[in-house]
């Protein structure tokens, strides 16, 4: 089935990415900057380019804020978790998953999986039912770093982080209340960060999977952060210590 991706980001990095595009729509009155430079790259690639109203621009993007351009592509191919450890091992790193227990906000996966393409991540995983999947929102929201990210379905989750447990990775859950700190823990071995839904949090068979628990210490006076927010900030105390890690062990070799 045909996907729609719009925004001038989302099919820069579309292009990028080097999937299979039919065709990119730029409104008439496009043809400046980035836009310019968006269509010239289309072409370049061999993409079919198709210059329309503004109003053929807007009902193909139905209503989003498609800033003058959208590619019609083929349907989002998932990963498999599979793909998610053997590109970790290529890259020759630990492996990091984020986890998603029920995330239904297509602004939240978006921006969740944007987040986890700057801080390192090597996959995302999103159950298959009662989730939301990667639609045209969701690309606009992660500007585009679902064509890179590699995202993977799964039928259950609480059984996939189970065998990812049994090969070797730290399953590491996100609560509102409890747990340790997220410096307090240590996450620079092979690492599953679970995070909940909105306003549901973790569900009790995956809190039981998992192998530790980490809470994000708040000193205002909002009683949570969203989902989203709370990924960026857990993904980055993860990458600031393998970063550090990394480090130390470079001035170990050079000493």
Same mark, same amino acid.
């Given at each position: 089935?045909? !996907? ?7 099919? &820069?990095?579309?292009? !990028?990415? !080097? !999937?299979?595009?039919? &065709? ?22 061999? %993409? ?5 109203p503004r ?14 351009? #959208? ?37 939240? &996966? ?14 995302v995983l ?11 929102? %969701? ?31 730290? %399953? ?18 092979p690492t599953?960060? #679970? ?31 969203? #989902? ?9 105390? #993860? ?17």
């Amino acid at each position: 089935m045909p !996907r729609i991706v719009y925004g001038i980001h989302p099919v &820069l990095e579309l292009l !990028r990415s !080097r !999937r299979e595009i039919a &065709l990119v729509v730029v409104s008439e009155e496009g043809g400046r900057g980035t836009l310019r430079e968006l269509v010239e790259r289309a072409r370049r690639q061999d %993409v079919a380019v198709e210059v329309k109203p503004r109003a053929e621009v807007d009902a193909l993007a139905r209503g989003g804020h498609h800033q003058g351009v #959208v590619a019609i592509t083929g349907e989002y191919v998932y990963a498999d978790v599979e793909d998610i450890l053997s590109f970790a091992e290529k890259r020759g790193e630990a492996a990091l998953i984020v986890a998603l227990d029920g995330v239904q906000d297509p602004q939240n &996966l978006g921006a969740i999986v944007r987040s986890a393409h700057v801080l390192g991540a090597h996959g995302v995983l999103v159950p298959m039912h009662r989730a939301v999947s990667v639609t045209s929102s %969701v690309v606009r929201v992660s500007a585009g770093a679902t064509e890179h990210m590699h995202i993977a379905r799964v039928t259950n989750l609480v059984r996939t982080l189970e065998d990812l447990k049994e090969r070797g990775l730290w %399953v590491v859950g996100t609560v509102a209340e409890g747990g340790r700190a997220p410096w307090e823990v240590d996450q620079t071995s092979p690492t599953v960060l #679970v995070l909940g839904a909105e306003g549901k949090g973790l569900r009790p068979l995956v809190l039981r999977v998992c192998d530790e628990r980490v809470r994000i210490p708040m000193a205002g006076q909002v009683s949570s952060l969203n #989902v989203a927010a709370a990924a960026s900030i857990t993904l980055y105390e #993860v990458l600031r210590q393998r970063l550090m890690a990394q480090k130390q062990k470079e001035q170990q070799r050079t000493s």
